[in-house]
């Protein structure tokens, strides 16, 4: 780049001052108003692939012919009793529906008005009898009970069954557990704290699992992309509504939030957390970093000004070229930053070290361009071709970030060429009048002269023995990796893992109606698949055989749950009914020490106070005891009545669940084995796709996701490397200074994917973004290094340029490392990846690739001329 004459540039610019500076304020002006008229962040992730690829095709007519599968709420009811789940989930399905200015459907998950009435369908043969034999046998019980739902019939029902148990029907010890239960809600209502009881448990004979105390409503929200929480309206609506049920009163229920959409919202939010403390103290060691560099606050005001202005001008072209910011691509400000920054302190440290051998201001201005125009101008034109070999990508997220972030490159250069020295011109800072540079490193200077040939093939050993490792980098593409575990919608989604309802890692299949049954059986023959399920497995089996059992419980039942409540007891009915049963207790209890005899005179004392104590506190141990048996009896009346069940009697949300409108069957396939393990999920994919490759699905996206970004990364990394071992061809015109330039950006890579090999550090699709930084920062320092090398310096460590590398790195992991205090797991990584390749650049720029270049040519030329001239002599 001898031809291009930089001083010139830069004096014409100074000559030119207020033209410049008019044009600056005017980009700048220009710019802010398109920003703030255009800012825009399209926060769908599901954008940052393209949408051609095959398989994101898949998932788009998938997500099309299903779309509450993709963007979807799941409310998870969760209340102490069975009876106050199912309650509360019921009402809350109740009052969202109508809100349809924020939601398209709500429904219960296999729950609703058809599960109500056909729910024992589905049952087994012998779970069905065993259900039906326990309610006869219970219909003396459900008749008392049912005609006195009041603290009298309750007492009345425990009178019936110490009855039995003193004709020695029944042992006192069997009834342990019943009397046990019933004194510790006694024991909370008499505390005055929150009490609970369900029959469904007593019934039962064993503690209420996880699955039957939570319910859970699939909610398709109205979304609002142009926010950075879609579906924050929505969530809030669906809190503001469980509030005014008065759930958590009624019925002790909480609501949480999971799901697609709340998981994707946890993330974007968590980028929010801290954001403005961690921009605060990173502006301020940046300034802190920029002073201990220029060691003027003019020089400092001056860089600033530049770089808020490039920025600007780069946010507006990125609108103008994008159309909007998605959340990759807004790191095109971090690397702006980085880049930017380094570009004028490059050209500010020439500068200054030009001032002090000059003493002129403008001289001084204009021979720094003369020395750095060329090594800049290169650096920059690499740095952009590195940043937009990712553009032909798949990884539009990234394709993005490459072009507004090579295009800012551009921006940063003739900002840094003709802005920042017309800027120094008009603040004119002072003198400098010492040397730039480190004259302490001579000896490490020396040393490395002397070892050089050591130094380049212990590190070339080093780095070659550890390639092998490179077997072991891990990517992690699961999105659910990367979420904050602390978050409700997390730790909601972990304690359902378990829950035989929902099914996680799935794939699934579209097909013709006639062709889903070969299908499932195909997939069925897998052993990586432990089922598959369609709409006609909710068709239940065997229904003459279970319809004649229940048809033969409902006779004995309808009579007593259809009869008439008899009248409500006084307050005194119910002391007198509660005292009546104290006594049978203690006197079945006597002095005996068995577990029966125990809970008998634990339960007889609580009954005695309950029965001295208030009338408040009466009513409040009826309505304990009542309204849960209420529930259930509402339940096991709509139960007995069932309806033979077809294809066509299946309830509508249900069937748009499994049928498209256009009459495609959804076949889901579960995975066989741990699927929080990577490798699993992704065997499980590749044999679905193997027998159907149509298959589209959560485990199946984590999948093609990984491929997909992986090869991006491969194939932008091949553009990148050819595209600037062109470009560094056309200007340095030999292929030794070529290799001299990439042979240690090559080493700095492999040092830092090995180190993550080896550390365990997997690379996700936040963190890989540090790739391209890498790149872009690592070819520049190279650069330099190299352009110095062939103007004939070689002393680097103790010279001016190391001083402008080194707090350009130092700037640049500043800006790069606050991201590790992110309280954003893929953020946080992004920073840790970033600052570990900052690192490898610069000991690669600093210390290896000195050692590599060895002494300059004209150096060379004098020591074989000196050679020559002792050989004579």
Same mark, same amino acid.
């Given at each position: 780049?001898?031809?291009?004459?930089?001083?010139?540039?830069?004096?014409?610019?100074?000559?030119?001052?207020?033209?410049?500076?008019?044009?600056?304020?005017?980009?700048?002006?220009?710019?802010?108003?398109y920003?703030? #008229?255009?800012?825009?962040?399209?926060?769908?992730?599901?954008?940052?692939?393209?949408?051609?690829?095959?398989?994101?095709?898949?998932?788009?007519?998938?997500?099309?012919?299903?779309?509450?599968?993709?963007?979807?709420?799941?409310?998870?009811?969760?209340?102490?009793?069975?009876?106050?789940?199912?309650?509360? /989930?019921?009402?809350?399905?109740?009052?969202?529906?109508p809100?349809?200015?924020?939601?398209?459907?709500?429904?219960?998950?296999q729950?609703?008005a058809?599960?109500? %009435?056909?729910?024992?369908?589905?049952?087994?043969?012998?779970?069905?009898?065993?259900?039906?034999? &326990?309610?006869?046998?219970?219909?003396?019980?459900?008749?008392?009970?049912?005609?006195?739902?009041?603290?009298?019939?309750?007492?009345?029902?425990?009178?019936?069954?110490?009855?039995?148990?003193?004709?020695?029907?029944?042992?006192?010890?069997?009834?342990?557990?019943?009397?046990?239960?019933?004194?510790?809600?006694?024991?909370?209502?008499?505390?005055?704290?929150?009490a609970?009881?369900?029959?469904?448990?007593?019934?039962?004979?064993?503690?209420?699992?996880?699955?039957?105390?939570?319910?859970?409503?699939?909610? *398709?929200?109205?979304?609002?992309?142009?926010?950075?929480?879609?579906?924050?309206?929505?969530?809030? $609506?669906?809190?503001?509504?469980?509030?005014?049920?008065?759930?958590?009163?009624?019925?002790? /229920?909480?609501?949480?939030?999971?799901?697609?959409?709340?998981?994707?919202?946890?993330?974007?939010?968590?980028?929010?957390?801290?954001?403005?403390?961690?921009?605060?103290?990173t502006?301020?060691?940046?300034?802190?970093?920029?002073?201990?560099?220029?060691?003027?606050? #003019?020089?400092?005001?001056?860089?600033?000004?530049?770089?808020?202005?490039?920025?600007?001008?780069?946010?507006?072209?990125?609108?103008?070229?994008?159309?909007?910011?998605?959340?990759?691509?807004?790191?095109?400000?971090?690397?702006?930053?980085?880049?930017?920054?380094?570009?004028?302190?490059?050209?500010?440290?020439?500068?200054?070290?030009?001032?002090?051998?000059?003493?002129?201001?403008?001289?001084?201005?204009? +021979?720094?361009?003369?020395?750095?125009?060329?090594?800049l101008?290169?650096?920059?034109?690499?740095?952009?071709a590195?940043?937009l070999?990712?553009?032909?990508?798949?990884?539009?997220?990234?394709?993005?970030?490459g072009?507004? /972030?090579?295009?800012?490159?551009?921006?940063?250069?003739?900002?840094?060429?003709?802005?920042l020295?017309?800027?120094?011109?008009?603040?004119?800072?002072?003198?400098?009048p010492?040397?730039?540079?480190?004259?302490?490193?001579?000896?490490? +200077?020396?040393?490395?002269?002397?070892?050089?040939?050591?130094?380049?093939?212990?590190?070339?050993?080093?780095?070659?023995?550890?390639?092998?490792?490179?077997?072991?980098?891990?990517?992690?593409?699961?999105?659910?990796?990367?979420?904050?575990?602390?978050?409700?919608?997390?730790?909601?989604?972990?304690?359902?893992?378990? +829950?035989?309802?929902?099914?996680?890692?799935?794939?699934?299949?579209?097909? $013709?109606?006639?062709d889903?049954?070969?299908?499932?059986?195909?997939?069925?023959?897998?052993?990586?698949?432990?089922?598959?399920?369609?709409?006609?497995?909710?068709?239940?089996? +065997?229904?003459?055989?279970?319809?004649?059992?229940?048809?033969?419980?409902?006779?004995?039942?309808?009579?007593?749950?259809?009869a008439?409540? /008899?009248?409500?007891?006084?307050?005194?009915?119910?002391?007198?009914?509660? !005292?009546?049963?104290?006594?049978v207790l203690?006197?079945?209890?006597?002095?005996?020490?068995?577990?029966?005899?125990?809970?008998? %005179?634990?339960?007889?004392?609580?009954?005695?106070?309950?029965?001295?104590?208030?009338?408040?506190?009466?009513?409040?141990?009826?309505?304990?005891?009542?309204?849960?048996?209420?529930?259930?009896?509402?339940?096991?009346?709509?139960?007995?009545?069932?309806?033979?069940?077809?294809?066509?009697?299946?309830?509508?949300?249900?069937?748009?669940?499994?049928?498209?409108?256009?009459?495609?069957?959804?076949?889901?396939?579960?995975?066989?084995?741990?699927?929080?393990?990577?490798?699993?999920?992704? %065997?499980?994919?590749?044999?679905?796709?193997?027998?159907?490759?149509?298959?589209?699905?959560?485990?199946?996206?984590?999948?093609?996701?990984?491929?997909?970004?992986?090869?991006? *990364?491969? &194939?932008?990394?091949?553009?990148?490397?050819?595209?600037?071992?062109?470009?560094?061809?056309?200007?340095?015109?030999?292929?030794?200074?070529v290799?001299?330039?990439?042979?240690?950006?090559?080493?700095?890579?492999?040092?830092?994917l090995?180190?993550?090999?080896?550390?365990?550090?997997?690379?996700n699709?936040?963190?890989?973004?540090?790739l391209?930084?890498?790149?872009?920062?690592?070819?520049?320092f &190279?650069?330099?290094?190299?352009?110095?090398?062939r %103007?004939?310096?070689?002393?680097?460590?103790?010279?001016?340029?190391?001083?402008?590398?080194?707090?350009?790195?130092?700037?640049?992991?500043t800006? *790069?490392?606050?991201?590790w205090?992110?309280?954003?797991?893929?953020?946080?990584?992004?920073? !840790?990846?970033?600052?570990?390749s900052?690192?490898?650049?610069l000991?690669s720029?600093?210390?290896?690739q000195?050692?590599?270049?060895?002494?300059?040519?004209?150096?060379?030329?004098?020591?074989?001329?000196?050679?020559?001239?002792?050989?004579?002599?």
């Amino acid at each position: 780049m001898s031809y291009v004459n930089f001083a010139a540039i830069v004096d014409f610019c100074i000559r030119h001052t207020w033209l410049i500076v008019l044009a600056s304020v005017l980009i700048l002006a220009g710019s802010t108003v398109y920003v703030v #008229r255009h800012f825009a962040i399209n926060t769908d992730v599901s954008t940052l692939l393209s949408p051609n690829l095959p398989w994101r095709q898949r998932e788009l007519a998938y997500q099309a012919a299903f779309p509450e599968q993709a963007v979807s709420i799941l409310a998870v009811v969760s209340a102490p009793t069975p009876e106050f789940a199912e309650a509360s /989930a019921a009402s809350l399905v109740s009052k969202l529906s109508p809100q349809t200015q924020s939601f398209r459907s709500v429904s219960a998950l296999q729950g609703g008005a058809f599960f109500a %009435r056909n729910g024992l369908l589905y049952l087994t043969p012998s779970d069905l009898a065993d259900r039906m034999h &326990k309610l006869t046998q219970a219909v003396p019980l459900i008749r008392t009970l049912a005609g006195d739902p009041s603290l009298r019939g309750l007492a009345q029902a425990l009178s019936m069954s110490l009855q039995g148990v003193a004709v020695g029907r029944i042992s006192l010890n069997a009834m342990a557990r019943p009397f046990n239960m019933i004194a510790d809600t006694l024991d909370n209502v008499l505390a005055g704290r929150k009490a609970s009881f369900s029959w469904q448990v007593l019934v039962n004979g064993t503690l209420a699992s996880p699955e039957d105390l939570t319910e859970l409503i699939q909610i *398709f929200p109205l979304l609002h992309y142009g926010t950075l929480e879609p579906g924050q309206p929505a969530a809030q $609506a669906i809190r503001k509504t469980a509030a005014a049920a008065h759930l958590d009163s009624d019925y002790d /229920a909480t609501v949480r939030l999971t799901g697609p959409i709340p998981l994707a919202d946890a993330q974007l939010a968590t980028l929010q957390q801290g954001l403005w403390l961690n921009s605060i103290i990173t502006a301020a060691i940046v300034l802190i970093v920029l002073y201990l560099a220029l060691r003027s606050v #003019r020089i400092v005001l001056a860089v600033v000004i530049t770089i808020f202005v490039g920025l600007v001008a780069t946010a507006a072209l990125g609108l103008l070229l994008a159309g909007a910011f998605n959340p990759i691509s807004v790191a095109f400000a971090m690397l702006f930053v980085g880049l930017g920054a380094d570009f004028a302190i490059q050209f500010s440290v020439r500068y200054r070290a030009q001032r002090h051998e000059l003493h002129e201001l403008n001289p001084a201005l204009a +021979d720094g361009a003369r020395y750095v125009g060329a090594p800049l101008t290169l650096a920059a034109l690499a740095a952009a071709a590195g940043f937009l070999s990712f553009v032909p990508t798949n990884y539009r997220g990234v394709a993005e970030l490459g072009l507004i /972030a090579g295009v800012g490159m551009i921006v940063a250069y003739v900002a840094s060429m003709t802005l920042l020295p017309v800027l120094l011109s008009l603040l004119k800072p002072p003198a400098e009048p010492r040397p730039m540079g480190y004259r302490a490193m001579m000896g490490v +200077d020396r040393f490395m002269q002397r070892h050089r040939t050591a130094i380049v093939v212990v590190t070339a050993l080093v780095v070659l023995a550890a390639l092998p490792s490179l077997v072991w980098l891990r990517f992690d593409f699961d999105p659910n990796s990367l979420q904050v575990p602390s978050v409700e919608a997390v730790t909601t989604l972990k304690q359902l893992s378990a +829950d035989r309802r929902l099914v996680f890692d799935s794939a699934d299949v579209l097909t $013709a109606a006639a062709d889903a049954g070969p299908a499932a059986k195909r997939l069925s023959a897998l052993p990586e698949v432990a089922s598959t399920k369609n709409l006609d497995s909710f068709i239940p089996t +065997d229904q003459p055989q279970k319809m004649a059992t229940i048809r033969e419980a409902a006779a004995a039942l309808d009579p007593v749950l259809q009869a008439k409540p /008899a009248v409500p007891p006084s307050d005194g009915d119910d002391v007198a009914a509660l !005292k009546g049963d104290v006594t049978v207790l203690q006197n079945l209890a006597g002095e005996a020490s068995d577990p029966g005899a125990i809970a008998a %005179r634990r339960l007889a004392k609580d009954l005695g106070a309950l029965a001295n104590g208030s009338p408040q506190q009466r009513q409040q141990a009826q309505a304990v005891f009542v309204t849960p048996l209420q529930i259930d009896l509402r339940q096991i009346a709509g139960s007995l009545h069932p309806q033979t069940v077809t294809r066509a009697d299946l309830p509508g949300d249900l069937v748009r669940q499994w049928v498209a409108s256009n009459g495609q069957v959804r076949t889901e396939v579960v995975p066989k084995g741990n699927t929080n393990d990577s490798a699993t999920v992704r %065997r499980f994919a590749r044999a679905v796709l193997s027998v159907e490759p149509n298959a589209t699905g959560e485990a199946i996206e984590i999948y093609e996701w990984g491929s997909t970004v992986t090869a991006a *990364f491969i &194939k932008a990394g091949v553009l990148a490397i050819c595209s600037i071992a062109i470009l560094l061809f056309a200007v340095l015109r030999r292929i030794r200074d070529v290799l001299l330039t990439l042979i240690p950006l090559l080493v700095a890579a492999a040092a830092t994917l090995e180190i993550c090999a080896l550390s365990g550090f997997a690379l996700n699709y936040a963190n890989i973004i540090a790739l391209p930084a890498l790149l872009g920062v690592g070819v520049a320092f &190279k650069i330099y290094y190299v352009m110095a090398w062939r %103007r004939g310096e070689y002393n680097f460590l103790q010279s001016s340029l190391t001083r402008a590398v080194f707090f350009s790195a130092l700037m640049t992991a500043t800006a *790069f490392g606050s991201l590790w205090f992110s309280a954003h797991p893929g953020i946080s990584s992004m920073g !840790k990846l970033l600052a570990l390749s900052l690192a490898c650049t610069l000991a690669s720029a600093a210390l290896f690739q000195p050692a590599l270049m060895g002494p300059p040519r004209a150096a060379q030329a004098d020591a074989a001329g000196s050679d020559k001239i002792k050989a004579i002599s």
